[in-house]
Protein backbone atom coordinates (compact mmCIF):
# COMPACT_ATOMS: atom_id res chain seq x y z
CA UNK A 1 0.00 0.00 0.00
CA UNK A 2 1.25 3.57 -1.02
CA UNK A 3 1.77 6.46 1.49
CA UNK A 4 -0.71 8.52 -0.15
CA UNK A 5 -4.11 8.94 0.74
CA UNK A 6 -6.31 7.49 -2.14
CA UNK A 7 -9.84 8.50 -0.30
CA UNK A 8 -9.94 11.65 1.38
CA UNK A 9 -12.38 12.82 4.03
CA UNK A 10 -15.90 13.28 1.97
CA UNK A 11 -15.25 9.82 0.61
CA UNK A 12 -14.05 11.10 -2.72
CA UNK A 13 -11.10 9.95 -4.38
CA UNK A 14 -7.85 10.84 -6.14
CA UNK A 15 -9.80 12.24 -9.40
CA UNK A 16 -12.99 13.48 -7.16
CA UNK A 17 -15.05 10.17 -7.92
CA UNK A 18 -17.30 8.44 -6.03
CA UNK A 19 -16.40 4.67 -4.65
CA UNK A 20 -19.15 3.68 -7.34
CA UNK A 21 -18.95 6.17 -10.03
CA UNK A 22 -16.75 5.32 -13.26
CA UNK A 23 -14.62 7.85 -15.08
CA UNK A 24 -15.89 9.62 -18.21
CA UNK A 25 -16.52 6.98 -21.06
CA UNK A 26 -16.41 7.98 -24.87
CA UNK A 27 -16.79 5.51 -27.66
CA UNK A 28 -16.84 5.25 -31.09
CA UNK A 29 -17.47 2.80 -33.85
CA UNK A 30 -16.35 2.28 -37.51
CA UNK A 31 -13.67 4.99 -37.60
CA UNK A 32 -10.98 3.13 -39.27
CA UNK A 33 -11.84 2.46 -43.10
CA UNK A 34 -9.63 -0.55 -43.58
CA UNK A 35 -10.53 -3.09 -41.18
CA UNK A 36 -13.71 -4.90 -41.20
CA UNK A 37 -15.04 -3.23 -37.63
CA UNK A 38 -13.57 -1.28 -35.78
CA UNK A 39 -13.85 1.00 -32.61
CA UNK A 40 -12.73 3.55 -30.33
CA UNK A 41 -12.73 4.57 -26.20
CA UNK A 42 -11.61 6.84 -23.82
CA UNK A 43 -12.23 5.93 -20.48
CA UNK A 44 -10.98 8.72 -18.39
CA UNK A 45 -6.90 8.86 -19.53
CA UNK A 46 -6.88 5.77 -21.03
CA UNK A 47 -7.31 5.49 -24.55
CA UNK A 48 -7.75 2.76 -27.21
CA UNK A 49 -8.63 1.37 -30.62
CA UNK A 50 -9.47 -1.94 -31.82
CA UNK A 51 -10.07 -3.14 -35.20
CA UNK A 52 -11.27 -6.57 -35.95
CA UNK A 53 -11.34 -8.67 -39.03
CA UNK A 54 -12.73 -11.57 -40.53
CA UNK A 55 -14.40 -14.15 -40.56
CA UNK A 56 -12.12 -14.84 -43.30
CA UNK A 57 -10.26 -17.43 -44.48
CA UNK A 58 -7.03 -18.84 -42.28
CA UNK A 59 -3.96 -18.53 -43.08
CA UNK A 60 -1.72 -20.77 -42.87
CA UNK A 61 -4.64 -23.70 -43.71
CA UNK A 62 -3.14 -25.77 -41.31
CA UNK A 63 -4.02 -23.87 -38.02
CA UNK A 64 -8.43 -23.71 -39.61
CA UNK A 65 -10.84 -26.21 -37.52
CA UNK A 66 -13.80 -27.84 -39.71
CA UNK A 67 -16.43 -26.93 -37.00
CA UNK A 68 -15.88 -23.25 -36.17
CA UNK A 69 -13.81 -20.36 -37.14
CA UNK A 70 -10.54 -19.34 -34.46
CA UNK A 71 -10.50 -16.46 -33.06
CA UNK A 72 -7.17 -14.64 -32.43
CA UNK A 73 -6.25 -11.32 -30.63
CA UNK A 74 -4.02 -9.20 -29.79
CA UNK A 75 -3.05 -6.89 -26.99
CA UNK A 76 -0.64 -4.70 -27.28
CA UNK A 77 0.50 -1.48 -25.49
CA UNK A 78 1.78 1.64 -28.18
CA UNK A 79 5.52 2.45 -27.33
CA UNK A 80 3.58 6.16 -26.31
CA UNK A 81 1.31 4.70 -24.25
CA UNK A 82 3.25 4.74 -20.62
CA UNK A 83 5.20 7.28 -19.17
CA UNK A 84 8.10 5.73 -19.48
CA UNK A 85 8.62 4.23 -23.68
CA UNK A 86 7.30 0.62 -23.79
CA UNK A 87 9.57 -1.83 -25.39
CA UNK A 88 7.24 -2.74 -29.16
CA UNK A 89 7.62 -6.21 -28.64
CA UNK A 90 5.07 -7.99 -27.25
CA UNK A 91 5.74 -8.53 -23.29
CA UNK A 92 4.73 -11.71 -21.29
CA UNK A 93 1.69 -9.35 -20.03
CA UNK A 94 0.78 -8.69 -23.06
CA UNK A 95 0.72 -11.97 -24.07
CA UNK A 96 -1.33 -13.20 -21.19
CA UNK A 97 -3.66 -10.47 -22.09
CA UNK A 98 -4.44 -11.09 -25.52
CA UNK A 99 -4.87 -15.17 -24.28
CA UNK A 100 -7.68 -13.73 -21.26
CA UNK A 101 -9.03 -11.42 -23.47
CA UNK A 102 -9.60 -13.66 -26.67
CA UNK A 103 -11.24 -16.23 -23.80
CA UNK A 104 -13.73 -13.50 -22.58
CA UNK A 105 -15.09 -13.18 -26.02
CA UNK A 106 -15.21 -17.21 -27.12
CA UNK A 107 -18.80 -17.59 -25.70
CA UNK A 108 -20.38 -14.49 -26.91
CA UNK A 109 -18.94 -15.45 -30.68
CA UNK A 110 -21.22 -17.39 -33.18
CA UNK A 111 -17.78 -18.98 -34.50
CA UNK A 112 -19.54 -22.86 -35.67
CA UNK A 113 -21.28 -19.85 -38.15
CA UNK A 114 -17.95 -19.96 -39.88
CA UNK A 115 -15.54 -23.18 -40.15
CA UNK A 116 -12.43 -22.90 -41.35
CA UNK A 117 -12.17 -19.27 -41.13
CA UNK A 118 -10.96 -16.90 -38.69
CA UNK A 119 -11.88 -13.35 -36.47
CA UNK A 120 -8.64 -11.26 -35.80
CA UNK A 121 -9.10 -8.89 -32.90
CA UNK A 122 -6.36 -5.89 -32.79
CA UNK A 123 -6.22 -3.94 -29.44
CA UNK A 124 -4.11 -1.06 -29.83
CA UNK A 125 -3.56 0.72 -26.24
CA UNK A 126 -2.57 4.32 -27.51
CA UNK A 127 -2.33 5.72 -24.00
CA UNK A 128 -2.80 3.94 -20.43
CA UNK A 129 -4.05 5.37 -16.85
CA UNK A 130 -5.24 1.92 -15.64
CA UNK A 131 -8.24 -0.42 -16.45
CA UNK A 132 -6.88 -1.20 -20.33
CA UNK A 133 -7.80 -4.56 -20.55
CA UNK A 134 -11.45 -3.92 -19.21
CA UNK A 135 -11.45 -0.80 -21.46
CA UNK A 136 -10.11 -3.12 -24.40
CA UNK A 137 -13.13 -5.78 -24.06
CA UNK A 138 -15.75 -3.39 -24.16
CA UNK A 139 -14.65 -1.51 -27.51
CA UNK A 140 -13.50 -5.14 -28.76
CA UNK A 141 -17.17 -5.76 -28.50
CA UNK A 142 -17.81 -2.68 -30.16
CA UNK A 143 -15.75 -3.68 -33.04
CA UNK A 144 -16.86 -7.07 -33.27
CA UNK A 145 -20.61 -5.83 -33.75
CA UNK A 146 -19.03 -2.87 -35.91
CA UNK A 147 -17.94 -5.77 -38.81
CA UNK A 148 -21.27 -7.68 -38.84
CA UNK A 149 -20.05 -10.79 -36.87
CA UNK A 150 -22.99 -12.76 -35.37
CA UNK A 151 -22.66 -12.26 -31.29
CA UNK A 152 -24.75 -13.91 -28.84
CA UNK A 153 -24.30 -10.10 -26.82
CA UNK A 154 -22.18 -7.69 -26.04
CA UNK A 155 -19.25 -8.17 -23.45
CA UNK A 156 -19.10 -5.21 -20.78
CA UNK A 157 -15.90 -4.92 -18.54
CA UNK A 158 -15.25 -3.06 -15.56
CA UNK A 159 -12.43 -3.51 -12.86
CA UNK A 160 -13.16 -3.49 -9.26
CA UNK A 161 -10.65 -2.63 -6.48
CA UNK A 162 -10.05 -2.12 -3.06
CA UNK A 163 -8.19 1.39 -2.14
CA UNK A 164 -7.84 2.21 1.48
CA UNK A 165 -9.94 -0.59 2.74
CA UNK A 166 -12.68 1.01 0.65
CA UNK A 167 -14.30 -0.80 -3.03
CA UNK A 168 -13.95 1.39 -5.58
CA UNK A 169 -15.28 0.81 -9.20
CA UNK A 170 -13.30 1.76 -12.30
CA UNK A 171 -9.83 1.90 -10.82
CA UNK A 172 -7.38 4.66 -12.53
CA UNK A 173 -3.25 3.88 -12.90
CA UNK A 174 -2.53 4.99 -9.22
CA UNK A 175 -5.99 3.27 -7.81
CA UNK A 176 -4.49 0.32 -9.45
CA UNK A 177 -0.58 0.55 -8.19
CA UNK A 178 -1.24 1.56 -4.70
CA UNK A 179 -4.66 -0.31 -3.89
CA UNK A 180 -4.95 -3.06 -1.68
CA UNK A 181 -6.71 -4.92 -4.60
CA UNK A 182 -7.81 -5.22 -8.35
CA UNK A 183 -9.89 -7.38 -9.75
CA UNK A 184 -11.05 -7.09 -13.59
CA UNK A 185 -14.46 -8.39 -14.81
CA UNK A 186 -16.17 -9.10 -18.12
CA UNK A 187 -20.23 -9.63 -17.98
CA UNK A 188 -22.46 -10.91 -20.57
CA UNK A 189 -25.50 -9.72 -19.65
CA UNK A 190 -28.01 -12.08 -22.08
CA UNK A 191 -26.20 -14.92 -20.42
CA UNK A 192 -25.71 -13.47 -17.00
CA UNK A 193 -21.95 -15.13 -17.60
CA UNK A 194 -19.49 -13.77 -16.37
CA UNK A 195 -16.38 -14.37 -18.79
CA UNK A 196 -13.14 -12.79 -17.04
CA UNK A 197 -12.41 -12.50 -13.48
CA UNK A 198 -9.27 -11.73 -12.26
CA UNK A 199 -7.20 -10.60 -9.13
CA UNK A 200 -4.54 -8.86 -8.07
CA UNK A 201 -4.41 -8.22 -4.55
CA UNK A 202 -6.74 -9.71 -1.65
CA UNK A 203 -10.59 -9.26 -0.33
CA UNK A 204 -11.91 -11.50 2.09
CA UNK A 205 -14.78 -13.46 1.27
CA UNK A 206 -17.52 -10.77 2.06
CA UNK A 207 -16.06 -8.25 -0.10
CA UNK A 208 -15.69 -10.24 -3.07
CA UNK A 209 -19.33 -11.06 -3.07
CA UNK A 210 -20.09 -7.12 -2.94
CA UNK A 211 -16.96 -6.29 -5.38
CA UNK A 212 -18.73 -8.62 -7.85
CA UNK A 213 -21.53 -7.07 -7.86
CA UNK A 214 -20.56 -3.51 -8.18
CA UNK A 215 -18.50 -4.53 -11.35
CA UNK A 216 -21.89 -6.30 -12.60
CA UNK A 217 -23.74 -2.69 -11.91
CA UNK A 218 -20.44 -0.84 -13.63
CA UNK A 219 -20.32 -3.41 -16.36
CA UNK A 220 -24.53 -2.63 -17.00
CA UNK A 221 -23.62 1.00 -17.27
CA UNK A 222 -21.33 0.25 -19.63
CA UNK A 223 -23.28 -2.16 -21.88
CA UNK A 224 -25.94 0.95 -21.65
CA UNK A 225 -23.56 2.89 -23.27
CA UNK A 226 -22.42 0.54 -25.63
CA UNK A 227 -25.62 -0.29 -26.97
CA UNK A 228 -26.13 3.63 -27.46
CA UNK A 229 -22.86 3.61 -29.68
CA UNK A 230 -23.96 1.02 -31.69
CA UNK A 231 -27.08 2.60 -32.38
CA UNK A 232 -25.91 6.09 -33.16
CA UNK A 233 -24.12 4.48 -36.17
CA UNK A 234 -27.03 3.43 -37.66
CA UNK A 235 -28.96 6.94 -36.69
CA UNK A 236 -26.20 8.80 -38.21
CA UNK A 237 -25.97 6.76 -41.25
CA UNK A 238 -29.52 7.11 -42.07
CA UNK A 239 -29.77 10.65 -42.07
CA UNK A 240 -26.32 10.91 -44.10
CA UNK A 241 -28.79 9.28 -46.54
CA UNK A 242 -31.41 11.84 -45.91
CA UNK A 243 -29.49 14.64 -46.67
CA UNK A 244 -27.61 12.93 -49.29
CA UNK A 245 -31.20 12.11 -51.13
CA UNK A 246 -32.39 15.99 -50.43
CA UNK A 247 -29.70 17.62 -51.80
P1 LIG B 1 -4.88 -2.88 -16.78
O1 LIG B 1 -4.48 -1.79 -17.74
O2 LIG B 1 -5.84 -3.83 -17.38
O3 LIG B 1 -5.37 -2.32 -15.46
P2 LIG B 1 -2.55 -3.75 -15.29
O4 LIG B 1 -3.28 -3.84 -14.00
O5 LIG B 1 -1.52 -4.80 -15.60
O6 LIG B 1 -3.58 -3.74 -16.51
O7 LIG B 1 -1.82 -2.38 -15.43
C1 LIG B 1 -2.35 -1.23 -14.85
C2 LIG B 1 -1.75 -0.02 -15.48
O8 LIG B 1 -0.33 -0.02 -15.29
C3 LIG B 1 -1.91 0.09 -16.99
O9 LIG B 1 -3.17 0.53 -17.42
C4 LIG B 1 -0.84 1.08 -17.30
O10 LIG B 1 -1.28 2.41 -17.03
C5 LIG B 1 0.25 0.69 -16.34
N1 LIG B 1 1.24 -0.16 -17.04
C6 LIG B 1 1.12 -1.44 -17.42
N2 LIG B 1 2.21 -1.88 -18.06
C7 LIG B 1 3.07 -0.84 -18.08
C8 LIG B 1 4.39 -0.64 -18.58
N3 LIG B 1 5.05 -1.60 -19.23
N4 LIG B 1 4.94 0.58 -18.41
C9 LIG B 1 4.29 1.57 -17.76
N5 LIG B 1 3.04 1.44 -17.28
C10 LIG B 1 2.44 0.27 -17.42
Known amino acids: MGERKLIDENGLRVDGR ?3 ELRPIKMEVGLLANADG ?3 I ?3 KSKIIVAVYGPKEVHPKHLGLTGRAIIRCR ?3 APFSTPERKSP ?3 RREIELSKIIREAFE ?4 SEYYPRSMIDIFIEVLQSDGGTRCAGITAASLALADAGIPLRDLVAACAVG ?3 GQLVVDLNDVEDKEGEADMPVAYIPALNQISLLQ ?5 TEEEFAKALEMAKEACMKIYQLQKQTLKQKYVEAKEAVEKGEEA
Open 42 to 44: EQG
Open 75 to 77: YHM
Open 162 to 164: KVD
Open 18 to 20: RPD
Open 38 to 40: SAY
Open 107 to 110: PVIF
Open 89 to 91: APS
Open 199 to 203: MDGQL
